[in-house]
């Protein structure tokens, strides 16, 4: 049975918005990671190509876009998998939402997920009826049967990146206890100050994907977001595993969209621009932020700056929005983010200045 849902936190946040709104130039909304940059000519092309798709798409997808998905993993980051493991997905969080429900997690199970996260990681073992678990030390798990871990880097919300050496533990730990690993790369192309790399290359995984999932996301990498355009890809066997289910269940990306997304997996040049608008996002506010008495902890990599300055997060959002500016509460990612917020970079050149002008 479905554990309770959690309340949906973002209602709580409407206050602030409201009173950020009321400035004179606007509200600058740094609170929810939704691209605000143009889906690239080159996508939107391709979409409007296949704009005649009268048949049902396959769940399994189109040779060209789990090719595309497969070379992209190769050029990018050095991971090689065939492109028969490679599986569409209606946009990432779906499937992080269904995961446990498609792999037969259920109850009595433990659903294992970082202290300070992406809040859909709970709501997928809550309903696949399994118990949800955030924890950062494995170790404390005991000998106890864990069967799906999900780790995320760079993370939402805190910009951190696991590198090699925590990854090949958590991998080593999960082989030992016979969990899953499921990996959440959907900021691997946004690598600043440190570079992100997947559960699913050599140095990490001993060039065995057994056992190993890695999701990846179209959504920031070339603003994708409105298409619902993501993969998961890994161990053969448990993608034919969720293949078998998502083909019954109806779960299918459109034929238009997975040719937009071939597109997009098949060329760099968009997505380096893009990076590079967000760096200077990035570069334009971390002085600022500092400036004014925040401290930027992790956020080496992602969509957003993991701040705090001492302050519970909801006198920080008060502050903030007071100035026109929303940014989300650390609380809505665990109880360790309760005197930090995450401040998104996904607002336009112009927001950003505004916002820059404000904590000046
Ligand atoms: C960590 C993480 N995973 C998954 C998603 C879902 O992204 P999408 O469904 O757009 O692929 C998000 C969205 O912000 C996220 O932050």
Redesign the pocket.
């Known amino acids: 049975m479905v554990s309770a849902l959690p309340d949906f936190p973002w209602d709580r946040l409407v206050p602030y918005k409201k009173l950020a709104e009321s400035h004179p130039d606007g509200i600058v909304d740094l609170s929810v ?1 939704t691209p605000v940059d143009p889906v690239p000519d080159v996508v939107r092309k391709a979409l409007a190509n296949a704009s005649n798709s009268p048949g049902y798409p396959t769940t399994h997808g189109t040779d060209t876009v789990r090719r595309a998905a497969a070379g992209w993993l190769h050029r990018q980051h050095g991971v090689a998998v065939d492109p028969v493991d490679v599986l569409p997905t209606i ?4 499937l ?1 939402a269904w995961l446990p429900t498609l792999l037969g997690v259920g109850s009595g199970d433990r659903v294992v997920f970082p202290e300070l996260a ?1 809040p ?1 990681y709970d709501v997928g073992a809550r309903l696949a009826g399994a118990s949800p678990y955030a924890t950062d030390g494995l170790v404390s798990l005991g000998p106890e049967r864990v069967p799906l871990v999900w780790v ?1 880097s760079p ?2 919300p805190t910009g951190r990146v696991l590198g090699v050496p925590h990854l090949r533990k958590v991998v080593d730990w999960a082989r030992e206890h016979g969990a899953v690993v499921a990996s ?1 790369e ?2 691997i192309g946004l690598g600043f100050e440190e570079q992100p790399v997947s559960v699913l290359h050599p140095e990490v995984c001993g060039g065995s994907h057994d056992g190993l999932l890695a ?1 990846h ?4 990498r070339s603003n994708l ?1 409105g298409y ?3 993969f998961v890809t890994g161990d053969p066997a448990l993608i034919r595993r969720l293949l078998e289910v998502r083909k019954h269940a109806g779960m299918m990306v459109p034929a238009p969209v997975q040719a937009a997304m071939a597109a997009a997996l098949g060329d760099d040049e968009h997505a380096d621009r893009q990076r590079d608008l967000y760096a200077a996002r990035r570069a334009a506010l971390r002085p600022l932020l500092e400036a004014a008495g925040w401290t930027i902890e992790h956020s080496t990599a992602g969509l957003y700056l993991w701040a705090t300055n001492g302050t519970g997060c909801w006198d920080q959002v008060r502050w903030l929005a007071e100035r026109g500016i929303l940014v989300a509460p650390g609380d809505f990612y665990g109880e360790a983010g309760k005197n930090h917020v995450r401040i998104g970079v996904t607002a336009t050149d112009e927001r950003i200045a505004a916002a820059a002008g404000r904590l000046q």
Request: proline letters at 0%; one cysteine or more.
């Open positions: 990671g946009g990432s969080k779906e992080v992406y859909t995320n993370s939402n959440d959907c900021y999701v996301s179209l959504s920031k977001a619902r355009a993501a």
